[in-house]
Protein backbone atom coordinates (compact mmCIF):
# COMPACT_ATOMS: atom_id res chain seq x y z
CA UNK A 1 0.00 0.00 0.00
CA UNK A 2 1.23 3.15 -0.62
CA UNK A 3 2.40 5.26 2.09
CA UNK A 4 1.38 9.48 2.89
CA UNK A 5 1.78 8.61 6.57
CA UNK A 6 3.35 12.00 7.02
CA UNK A 7 3.60 15.18 5.61
CA UNK A 8 6.03 14.06 2.86
CA UNK A 9 3.70 12.17 1.87
CA UNK A 10 6.15 10.21 -0.97
CA UNK A 11 3.41 7.34 -2.01
CA UNK A 12 6.07 4.39 -1.83
CA UNK A 13 4.75 0.98 -1.11
CA UNK A 14 6.60 -0.09 1.89
CA UNK A 15 6.49 -3.62 1.26
CA UNK A 16 8.59 -3.51 -1.20
CA UNK A 17 10.55 -0.51 -1.72
CA UNK A 18 12.43 1.88 1.06
CA UNK A 19 10.18 5.17 1.57
CA UNK A 20 11.78 8.80 1.88
CA UNK A 21 12.00 8.18 5.04
CA UNK A 22 15.21 5.36 4.15
CA UNK A 23 12.38 2.68 5.60
CA UNK A 24 10.23 -0.29 4.60
CA UNK A 25 7.11 -1.59 6.64
CA UNK A 26 9.69 -3.80 8.89
CA UNK A 27 10.89 -1.34 11.91
CA UNK A 28 14.32 -0.82 12.70
CA UNK A 29 16.02 0.19 15.96
CA UNK A 30 19.36 1.20 16.09
CA UNK A 31 20.07 1.73 19.65
CA UNK A 32 18.83 1.32 23.41
CA UNK A 33 20.03 3.13 26.05
CA UNK A 34 20.32 5.02 29.41
CA UNK A 35 20.54 8.60 27.76
CA UNK A 36 22.39 10.84 30.36
CA UNK A 37 22.52 13.67 27.94
CA UNK A 38 18.62 15.09 27.47
CA UNK A 39 17.32 18.00 29.26
CA UNK A 40 17.30 17.96 32.69
CA UNK A 41 13.79 17.11 33.06
CA UNK A 42 14.35 14.27 30.55
CA UNK A 43 17.33 12.71 31.96
CA UNK A 44 17.20 13.48 35.36
CA UNK A 45 19.68 11.36 37.73
CA UNK A 46 19.11 7.79 36.54
CA UNK A 47 18.39 8.86 32.85
CA UNK A 48 16.29 8.60 29.84
CA UNK A 49 15.31 4.98 28.24
CA UNK A 50 16.13 5.88 24.49
CA UNK A 51 14.96 4.01 21.84
CA UNK A 52 16.56 5.43 18.45
CA UNK A 53 14.83 4.13 15.10
CA UNK A 54 16.60 3.87 11.97
CA UNK A 55 15.17 6.02 8.64
CA UNK A 56 13.95 9.61 9.15
CA UNK A 57 11.42 11.51 7.16
CA UNK A 58 13.34 15.09 6.99
CA UNK A 59 17.21 13.75 5.68
CA UNK A 60 18.79 16.91 6.70
CA UNK A 61 21.86 17.33 5.04
CA UNK A 62 23.68 18.10 8.45
CA UNK A 63 22.25 15.33 10.42
CA UNK A 64 24.49 14.28 13.42
CA UNK A 65 22.84 10.79 13.38
CA UNK A 66 23.49 10.32 9.45
CA UNK A 67 23.95 6.81 10.16
CA UNK A 68 21.04 5.82 11.12
CA UNK A 69 18.57 8.23 9.77
CA UNK A 70 20.12 7.60 5.94
CA UNK A 71 22.21 4.71 6.64
CA UNK A 72 19.00 3.06 7.66
CA UNK A 73 21.65 0.63 9.98
CA UNK A 74 20.18 -0.87 12.83
CA UNK A 75 17.81 -4.26 13.35
CA UNK A 76 14.56 -5.36 12.81
CA UNK A 77 12.49 -5.13 15.24
CA UNK A 78 8.78 -6.16 15.67
CA UNK A 79 6.09 -4.77 17.75
CA UNK A 80 5.89 -7.74 20.28
CA UNK A 81 10.05 -7.21 20.22
CA UNK A 82 9.56 -3.79 20.66
CA UNK A 83 7.03 -4.12 23.34
CA UNK A 84 9.40 -6.36 25.31
CA UNK A 85 11.90 -3.42 24.98
CA UNK A 86 9.27 -1.55 26.92
CA UNK A 87 8.93 -3.75 29.56
CA UNK A 88 12.89 -3.86 29.77
CA UNK A 89 13.03 0.07 30.10
CA UNK A 90 9.99 -0.26 32.71
CA UNK A 91 12.07 -2.39 35.04
CA UNK A 92 15.27 -0.40 34.02
CA UNK A 93 15.07 2.09 36.78
CA UNK A 94 15.25 5.29 33.69
CA UNK A 95 12.39 7.93 34.24
CA UNK A 96 10.91 7.71 31.28
CA UNK A 97 10.35 6.19 27.76
CA UNK A 98 12.16 7.99 25.18
CA UNK A 99 11.05 7.04 21.30
CA UNK A 100 13.72 9.26 19.17
CA UNK A 101 12.34 9.47 15.25
CA UNK A 102 9.36 7.19 15.45
CA UNK A 103 7.45 9.06 13.70
CA UNK A 104 7.41 6.46 10.22
CA UNK A 105 6.46 3.78 12.63
CA UNK A 106 3.67 4.74 13.92
CA UNK A 107 1.68 1.62 13.11
CA UNK A 108 4.05 -0.89 14.22
CA UNK A 109 4.46 1.55 17.83
CA UNK A 110 0.64 1.48 17.95
CA UNK A 111 0.95 -2.14 17.62
CA UNK A 112 3.61 -2.58 20.85
CA UNK A 113 1.67 -0.35 22.55
CA UNK A 114 -1.22 -2.59 22.27
CA UNK A 115 1.21 -5.99 23.53
CA UNK A 116 2.12 -3.55 26.82
CA UNK A 117 1.46 -0.44 28.15
CA UNK A 118 4.65 0.86 29.55
CA UNK A 119 4.35 2.04 33.27
CA UNK A 120 6.81 4.88 32.51
CA UNK A 121 5.81 8.29 30.84
CA UNK A 122 6.51 7.98 27.53
CA UNK A 123 8.44 10.76 25.42
CA UNK A 124 7.61 11.36 21.77
CA UNK A 125 11.16 12.92 20.37
CA UNK A 126 10.79 13.81 16.99
CA UNK A 127 11.52 16.13 14.32
CA UNK A 128 8.45 18.20 14.05
CA UNK A 129 7.61 16.98 10.37
CA UNK A 130 4.24 15.00 11.86
CA UNK A 131 1.07 15.39 10.86
CA UNK A 132 -1.61 16.12 12.57
CA UNK A 133 -3.19 12.69 12.11
CA UNK A 134 0.55 11.25 13.15
CA UNK A 135 0.43 12.88 16.32
CA UNK A 136 -3.76 12.23 17.04
CA UNK A 137 -2.63 8.47 16.60
CA UNK A 138 -0.30 8.80 19.69
CA UNK A 139 -2.76 11.09 21.89
CA UNK A 140 -3.22 8.10 24.59
CA UNK A 141 0.01 6.85 24.20
CA UNK A 142 2.16 9.94 24.72
CA UNK A 143 2.55 11.77 27.70
CA UNK A 144 5.70 13.93 27.07
CA UNK A 145 6.04 15.76 23.49
CA UNK A 146 9.69 16.83 22.32
CA UNK A 147 9.38 18.44 19.30
CA UNK A 148 12.47 19.93 17.07
CA UNK A 149 11.15 23.19 15.54
CA UNK A 150 14.14 23.41 13.56
CA UNK A 151 13.16 26.41 10.55
CA UNK A 152 11.15 29.32 10.55
CA UNK A 153 12.53 30.20 7.16
CA UNK A 154 10.90 27.78 4.32
CA UNK A 155 14.07 28.86 1.84
CA UNK A 156 16.32 27.01 4.55
CA UNK A 157 14.44 24.29 5.40
CA UNK A 158 13.64 23.27 1.32
CA UNK A 159 18.04 23.81 0.99
CA UNK A 160 18.94 21.67 3.82
CA UNK A 161 15.59 20.15 4.33
CA UNK A 162 13.82 19.99 1.41
CA UNK A 163 11.47 20.02 2.78
CA UNK A 164 9.83 23.78 2.41
CA UNK A 165 6.14 23.66 4.30
CA UNK A 166 8.54 22.33 7.41
CA UNK A 167 7.54 26.16 9.14
CA UNK A 168 4.20 25.45 8.54
CA UNK A 169 4.01 22.01 9.42
CA UNK A 170 5.43 22.24 12.47
CA UNK A 171 4.16 25.26 13.82
CA UNK A 172 0.50 23.16 13.30
CA UNK A 173 2.34 19.86 15.24
CA UNK A 174 3.37 22.03 18.26
CA UNK A 175 -0.07 23.55 18.78
CA UNK A 176 -1.88 20.41 18.95
CA UNK A 177 0.76 18.51 20.97
CA UNK A 178 -0.04 21.81 23.72
CA UNK A 179 -3.52 21.54 23.02
CA UNK A 180 -3.31 17.80 23.84
CA UNK A 181 -1.19 18.17 26.18
CA UNK A 182 -1.64 21.90 28.13
CA UNK A 183 -0.05 21.89 31.29
CA UNK A 184 3.63 20.69 32.05
CA UNK A 185 3.67 18.38 34.93
CA UNK A 186 6.81 17.37 37.20
CA UNK A 187 7.58 14.87 39.97
CA UNK A 188 8.86 16.31 43.11
CA UNK A 189 12.65 15.13 41.54
CA UNK A 190 12.21 17.71 38.69
CA UNK A 191 11.73 14.97 36.32
CA UNK A 192 8.94 15.78 33.35
CA UNK A 193 5.20 13.44 33.43
CA UNK A 194 3.18 15.13 30.91
CA UNK A 195 3.79 18.03 28.75
CA UNK A 196 6.08 19.75 26.42
CA UNK A 197 9.71 20.40 25.37
CA UNK A 198 10.46 22.51 21.81
CA UNK A 199 13.69 21.74 21.13
CA UNK A 200 15.67 23.96 18.33
CA UNK A 201 19.41 23.73 17.02
CA UNK A 202 20.87 26.85 16.45
CA UNK A 203 22.61 26.84 13.01
CA UNK A 204 26.08 28.55 12.27
CA UNK A 205 25.24 31.41 9.99
CA UNK A 206 21.58 31.58 9.87
CA UNK A 207 20.99 33.20 13.53
CA UNK A 208 17.60 35.21 11.44
CA UNK A 209 15.74 31.50 11.19
CA UNK A 210 16.54 31.19 15.09
CA UNK A 211 15.20 34.47 15.67
CA UNK A 212 12.26 33.56 13.17
CA UNK A 213 11.71 30.37 15.55
CA UNK A 214 11.65 31.82 19.02
CA UNK A 215 9.16 34.46 17.74
CA UNK A 216 6.82 31.86 16.09
CA UNK A 217 6.85 29.70 19.38
CA UNK A 218 6.13 32.59 21.49
CA UNK A 219 3.62 34.24 18.96
CA UNK A 220 1.85 30.13 18.51
CA UNK A 221 1.90 28.40 21.79
CA UNK A 222 3.41 31.57 24.19
CA UNK A 223 6.32 31.99 26.46
CA UNK A 224 5.63 29.72 29.38
CA UNK A 225 6.37 26.48 26.41
CA UNK A 226 9.93 24.82 27.84
CA UNK A 227 12.05 25.75 25.29
CA UNK A 228 16.09 24.10 24.49
CA UNK A 229 17.86 25.99 22.76
CA UNK A 230 20.60 24.16 21.55
CA UNK A 231 24.45 25.16 20.56
CA UNK A 232 25.86 21.36 20.07
CA UNK A 233 26.08 21.82 16.02
CA UNK A 234 29.07 20.42 14.75
CA UNK A 235 29.66 19.83 10.94
CA UNK A 236 28.63 16.58 9.97
CA UNK A 237 28.21 14.45 6.33
CA UNK A 238 29.52 16.16 3.07
CA UNK A 239 28.86 20.08 3.44
CA UNK A 240 30.92 21.03 0.42
CA UNK A 241 27.67 22.42 -0.95
CA UNK A 242 26.62 23.75 2.26
CA UNK A 243 29.71 26.05 3.11
CA UNK A 244 27.35 28.20 5.43
CA UNK A 245 26.91 25.21 8.04
CA UNK A 246 30.12 23.78 7.57
CA UNK A 247 31.77 24.98 10.75
CA UNK A 248 30.47 25.39 14.91
CA UNK A 249 28.39 27.70 16.00
CA UNK A 250 30.10 31.03 17.24
CA UNK A 251 29.91 32.29 20.85
CA UNK A 252 28.49 35.43 19.48
CA UNK A 253 25.72 33.66 17.38
CA UNK A 254 24.48 31.40 20.37
CA UNK A 255 24.78 34.84 22.68
CA UNK A 256 22.33 36.66 19.92
CA UNK A 257 19.96 33.52 20.18
CA UNK A 258 19.91 33.39 24.10
CA UNK A 259 19.64 36.79 24.22
CA UNK A 260 16.49 36.96 21.83
CA UNK A 261 14.88 33.95 23.90
CA UNK A 262 15.18 36.03 27.28
CA UNK A 263 13.91 39.40 25.18
CA UNK A 264 10.33 37.91 24.22
CA UNK A 265 10.06 36.52 27.78
CA UNK A 266 10.54 33.05 27.49
CA UNK A 267 10.90 32.24 31.18
CA UNK A 268 11.80 28.56 30.87
CA UNK A 269 14.94 27.93 28.67
CA UNK A 270 17.56 25.07 28.50
CA UNK A 271 20.74 26.34 27.28
CA UNK A 272 23.99 24.43 26.26
CA UNK A 273 27.81 25.32 27.04
CA UNK A 274 29.46 25.29 23.34
CA UNK A 275 31.78 22.87 24.57
CA UNK A 276 28.51 20.10 24.37
CA UNK A 277 29.59 20.50 20.25
CA UNK A 278 31.45 17.87 19.97
CA UNK A 279 31.16 14.15 18.19
CA UNK A 280 32.03 12.40 21.29
CA UNK A 281 28.05 13.37 22.09
CA UNK A 282 26.91 10.88 19.61
CA UNK A 283 26.04 7.65 20.24
CA UNK A 284 27.05 4.47 18.32
CA UNK A 285 24.22 3.15 16.35
CA UNK A 286 25.48 -0.55 16.09
CA UNK A 287 22.20 -2.34 16.68
CA UNK A 288 22.67 -2.82 20.36
CA UNK A 289 19.79 -4.08 22.04
CA UNK A 290 18.89 -5.57 25.18
CA UNK A 291 19.33 -5.22 29.00
CA UNK A 292 23.27 -4.76 28.29
CA UNK A 293 22.78 -1.87 26.20
CA UNK A 294 21.18 -0.45 29.45
S1 LIG B 1 6.49 7.79 6.44
FE1 LIG B 1 8.20 7.47 5.00
S2 LIG B 1 7.28 6.32 3.28
FE2 LIG B 1 5.59 7.22 4.46
S3 LIG B 1 5.13 9.18 3.47
FE3 LIG B 1 6.59 9.60 5.10
S4 LIG B 1 8.61 9.50 4.14
FE4 LIG B 1 7.16 8.50 2.74
Same mark, same amino acid.
Given at each position: ????? +??? %???????????? +??? /????????????????? *??????????????????????????? $????????????????? &??????? #????????????????? $???????????????????? @??????? !?????????????????? %??????? #????????? %? !????? $????????????????? &????????? /???????? /?????????????????? #????? @?????????? *???????????????????????? +??????? !??????? @??????????????
Amino acid at each position: MDCNL +CPR %ACGVDRAVNLGY +CRS /TDSMRIGLVSRHMWEEP *PISGVRGSGTIFFSGCNLGCVYCQNYE $LSRGNTGREVTPKQLAE &IFRMLDD #SGVHNINLVTASHFIVE $LLKAFDIYKPRLPIVFNCGG @YESSAQI !LALKDAVDIWLPDFKYSD %ASLALKL #SNAPDYPNV %A !LESIR $LMRTLCPKDIYLDDGTM &IRGMIIRHM /TLPSHIDN /TVGVLNAIKDTVGTDTVI #SLMSQ @YYPCGVLDKY *PDIARRLKPLEYKIAVSHAQKLGF +CNVFVQE !LSSADGA @YTPDFNGYLGDKGI
